[in-house]
Every structure is written in structure tokens, then in C-alpha cells.
Nanobody
Framework: QVQLVESGGGLVQAGGSLRLSCAAS????????MGWFRQAPGKEREFVAA????????YYADSVKGRFTISRDKAKNTLYLQMNSLKPEDTAVYYC?????????????????WGQGTQVTVSS
């Protein structure tokens, strides 16, 4: 089992920045990939960004490319999402997730463990 706990969400004005953190514990050695997803009210959970725990090439949704940066600190077992130039449409609950296998980075099915989510609200 892997436990994931997100933090860093909040209320920010459009154009502002936030950094989300995801602290991992438990069988962290089993993590192959870690990612961020988000879910806005009335919408399905969607992929935001992902990176392999070993530090390979990151993946981003087109909607966040150039604005968001995913990174990880293996020594701290922590995943980050730096979000810049935030827009009202970025408002959602953001979830951290991890998966033990190589597979489609953007697919929710590839992620076995999920955090409880952290709310990000961007005002216009």
C-alpha cells in the first residue's frame, strides 16, 4: 500500500501561482509513476501531469503545458505541482496518484493509489 497526502491548495486570483505537494508513505519503492489529476464540479476527473519516480520525461495535458511543472524529491518522497499563470478554468479538486507499472500516463486506470484531494480555486 502507498499512502498519498496532498497539500497546498487554496484560493488565488487569476494569473497567480500555487504549489501543490503530495507526500508519499508506505511501499514507496513500488511506485513507478506519479501523477496529478483534477476534477471540476460536474466534470470527470482529468489528467494534468505525470512523471516517473525515477525522474524521466514529464507528461502534461495540453491545457497546462507551459504553465504547470511537475517534479519530485525522492529523498523526501514528495511530488510537486508548480502552477503558474492560473486561470479560472483551473479551478478543481487536485488529486495525487501513483502507479506501480509502466502504462498509459494519462489513464486513471494506470494509477492504483490516490490521495484525498486538495481544492484549488482561481478567481477572475
Amino acid at each position: 500500500q502507498v499512502q498519498l497526502v496532498e497539500s497546498g491548495g487554496g484560493l488565488v486570483q487569476a494569473g497567480g501561482s500555487l504549489r501543490l505537494s503530495c507526500a508519499a508513505s508506505g511501499r514507496t519503492f513500488s511506485m513507478y509513476i506519479m501523477g496529478w489529476f483534477r476534477q471540476a464540479p460536474g466534470k470527470e476527473r482529468e489528467f494534468v501531469a505525470a512523471v516517473t519516480w525515477s525522474g524521466g520525461m514529464p507528461y502534461y495535458a495540453d491545457s497546462v503545458k507551459g504553465r504547470f511543472t511537475i517534479s519530485r524529491d525522492k529523498a523526501k518522497n514528495t511530488l510537486y505541482l508548480q502552477m503558474n499563470s492560473l486561470k479560472p478554468e483551473d479551478t478543481a479538486v487536485y488529486y495525487c496518484a501513483s502507479g506501480p507499472y509502466r502504462g498509459p500516463e494519462t489513464s486513471r486506470a494506470n494509477y492504483h493509489y490516490w490521495g484525498q484531494g486538495t481544492q484549488v480555486t482561481v478567481s477572475s
